[in-house]
């Protein structure tokens, strides 16, 4: 009696699980929990001192501003003093990207357009970066070489979406200044070799930067391991108010600062500081990591119930991205649906409660083909066949039945 009892709640909680609002966008932005609010309300209502200021509640604020940084630092094996605390990824990428960059052409010019912090005597004037990065990398490096003469090279992607390591050390060389590749693609999310990358950089005397704004919070990060010089993070992806992220910079790396002011963030990112920001950029992001050493498994294990379920109900369907698990992000599955848009599979999922996208949530526009898929080989009408579904906690059964329901009557219904 007692098993029935227990199998019959757990079928009732599967089926109110399956009746209710799916939101499998996670790759585009999280809710914010009430603990991040809570510990962001004092530095509003109470405790708004600005951090510069001498007196007592400035002090005050200045403290909870640096343990905020350490903790933050602390959750991705990071120095306190390395954090700068931006307004997002995408400034954070524009820091990376110019600031470095420029560092490297002042030095060399300050020294007759020779010298190095390598130290040897080689003009530095080559970026090099995935052909699958996100825009705010890409146009921060076509900016350097329109302003500054930076030759680009786009690093070839396999099939998978993995950066060509073979194809990359023929492009990294003695002229390279830096190399930008990101942990995790939004789009399609395969994991990227940045300890690899990073080391081959580092001998051929270029900073590696590493665009984290996917991964951080939903798989471990240790940047000393990663060998990154620098490193991008936006909260919004692991749950704080949007309008919220920071640079990880370590010590030794040049830097141009973009922005100037007062000298805040050590003289690297001028403007009063948001002390509320940085709390809850911390309690958020500490959060999103306890919440994936406990469910990170599970996570992985219901995306694969995912893929499968997908692919045998749709065998027309193809899974893009990473094959291998551990090369892919744990609540990430990604298809292509030929002969049917994946904006027309998306109207139906929406109809039917289950929000998804059909690749990158970074631009306004529309009808702009997936380009990470073009970069991955596929042809551009593939490409628009493209549906991504991305969450932060397990699906359970009966929502992944749900799912491949509706994606199975919408497929065969809109391919005829």
Sequence with gaps: MAGNASREASDAHDSSAADEAMYLDAASTVAVSPSVIK??????????????????????????????????????????????????GTESDNLAVKGIA?????????????????????????IAISAIEHPAIMESAQWMSRYFGFHIDALPVDSFGRVDVE??????????????????????????????????????????????????????????????????????????????????????????????GGGQESGRRSGTQDVAGAVGMAVALHESVQRMRSFGERIAESRDMLISAVSEAIPE???????????????????????????????????????????????????????????????????????????QTPLEPGQIRRIVHVLDSSYHRLAG
Aim: glycine content about 8%; proline content about 5%.
């Design 317 to 391: 369907a193809r899974l893009t991205g990473a094959r291998d698990p551990s090369q892919r992000l744990p609540g990430h599955a990604s298809f292509v649906f030929p002969r049917v848009l994946g904006e027309a599979l998306l109207v139906d999922l929406d109809t039917a409660g289950i929000m998804c996208s059909s690749g990158s949530a970074c631009s306004d526009a529309r009808d702009v083909t997936p380009r990470t898929l073009m970069a991955m080989g596929y042809d551009e009408q593939t490409a628009k066949t493209s549906i991504r579904m991305t969450f």
């Design 167 to 260: 194809a990359y050390e023929t492009i990294v060389s003695h002229r390279t200044a830096l190399v930008s590749v990101a942990l995790a693609n939004n789009e399609v999310g395969t994991m990227q070799p940045i300890s690899e990358l990073a080391r081959i950089a580092h001998l051929n005397g270029a900073l590696m930067h590493t665009d984290a704004v996917q991964a951080a919070g939903h798989v471990p990060i240790d940047m000393a391991s990663l060998g990154a010089d620098a490193m991008s993070v936006s909260g919004h992806k692991f749950g704080t108010p949007k309008g919220m992220g920071a640079l990880i910079l370590r010590s030794a790396a040049p830097y141009e600062p973009l922005i100037s």
């Design 39 to 88: 510990a962001m309300l004092p530095f509003w209502l109470s405790d708004y001192a600005n951090p510069s200021s001498v007196h007592a509640y400035g002090k005050s604020a200045a403290e909870s501003l640096e343990n905020a940084r350490r903790i933050f630092a602390s959750d991705l094996g990071a120095s306190a003093h390395e954090v700068i605390f931006t307004s997002g």
């Design 102 to 126: 420029m560092a490297l052409r002042s030095a060399q010019i300050s020294d007759g357009d020779t010298a190095t912090p390598r130290g040897d005597r080689t003009r530095r004037n080559h």
